[in-house]
C-alpha cells in the first residue's frame, strides 16, 4: 500500500474534465514538490507534470496540477480518447529520504 | 535527443544478483544539472523507485531495498549501472532507467525514460 494515495480508477466521456487525487502526509506533499507522471499501455512513463504544476514542453494545456497542504490533484479538461492511461502522482518524502509513488489511477475514456 | 538504454539478463536465479547497466546517449552524464534515476514495476502494478545517482557518484536509495541495492556511475562510458542482490520472485519487474531534470535530489522529475527491461527472477 503506498503511502501516496490515488484512487485506483477515474473514468469520463470525451470533452468532459475529470480530477485525479493524491493525498500525502506533512513529510512528502506537505513540504515537498509534486510531479505526475502519464504511462500508456506497454510504454514507459512521462513525465506530464512537474513542480506542482509546471508542464514540460510538448505537454498540452489541458493537463494541469495543483496542490493544497498534503494533497495535490491532476485535472485533465477536454477528455480524449488518447488520454486513457495509468497515472501516477510522485514526491520525496522527508522521513524516508527518498522518493515515493502513489499507488496509480487507471483513467479509462469511455 | 538524449536517450537512455537499459542492458542486463533477462532471467536471474533467485539469491543471485541482478546487474543492470543504463546507456546514456545524446548527452553527457557528467552533467552537473541532473541526477539519474532506477524506478521498476512489477508486472501489472505501480512503480516503485529504486534510487538515484548523481555524476560524482552520490547516491540515494529506497531504504525498503537500501540493504540490497548498489548504484554507480561510469562517465567515462557514460553509464550507470544497478546491482541487487539476494533476488526473489519479488523483484520481477520491469526496471527502468532515467533523468531527473534537476540536480537537487529531493525534487526529482524523471523526464528521460528509457524503454525498459523486464527481468525475470527465477529458477
Known amino acids: 500500500q503506498s503511502v501516496l494515495t490515488q484512487p485506483p480508477s477515474a473514468s469520463g466521456t470525451p470533452g468532459q474534465r475529470v480530477t485525479i487525487s493524491c493525498s500525502g502526509s506533512?513529510?512528502?506533499?506537505?513540504?515537498?514538490?509534486v510531479n505526475w507522471y502519464q504511462q500508456l499501455p506497454g510504454t514507459a512513463p512521462k513525465l506530464l507534470i512537474y513542480?506542482?504544476?509546471q508542464r514540460p514542453s510538448g505537454v498540452p494545456d489541458r493537463f494541469s496540477g495543483s496542490k493544497s497542504g498534503t494533497s495535490a490533484s491532476l485535472a485533465i479538461s477536454g477528455l480524449q480518447s488518447e488520454d486513457e492511461a495509468d497515472y501516477y502522482c510522485?514526491?520525496?518524502?522527508?522521513?524516508?529520504?527518498?522518493?515515493?509513488f502513489g499507488g496509480g489511477t487507471k483513467l479509462t475514456v469511455l | 535527443q538524449l536517450q537512455l538504454q537499459e542492458s542486463g539478463p533477462g532471467l536471474v536465479k533467485p539469491s543471485e544478483t541482478l546487474s543492470l547497466t543504463c546507456t546514456v546517449s545524446?548527452?553527457?552524464?557528467?552533467?552537473?544539472?541532473?541526477?539519474w534515476g532506477w524506478i521498476r514495476q512489477p508486472p501489472g502494478k505501480g512503480l516503485e523507485w529504486i534510487g538515484s545517482?548523481?555524476?560524482?557518484?552520490?547516491?540515494y536509495y529506497n531504504p525498503s531495498l537500501k540493504s540490497r541495492v548498489t548504484i554507480s556511475v561510469d562517465t567515462s562510458k557514460n553509464q550507470f549501472s544497478l546491482k541487487l542482490s539476494s533476488v526473489t520472485a519479488a523483484d520481477t519487474a520491469v526496471y527502468y532507467c532515467?533523468?531527473?531534470?534537476?540536480?537537487?535530489?529531493?525534487?526529482?522529475?524523471?523526464?528521460?525514460w528509457g524503454q525498459g527491461t523486464l527481468v525475470t527472477v527465477s529458477s
Open positions: 545524446g548527452g553527457s552524464i557528467s552533467s552537473s544539472s541532473y541526477y
Open positions: 545517482i548523481y555524476y560524482s557518484g552520490s547516491t
Open positions: 513542480s506542482n504544476n
Open positions: 506533512s513529510s512528502n506533499i506537505g513540504s515537498n514538490t
Open positions: 510522485a514526491a520525496w518524502d522527508d522521513s524516508l529520504n527518498g522518493l515515493l
Open positions: 532515467a533523468r531527473s531534470g534537476t540536480p537537487i535530489a529531493a525534487r526529482p522529475n524523471f523526464d528521460y
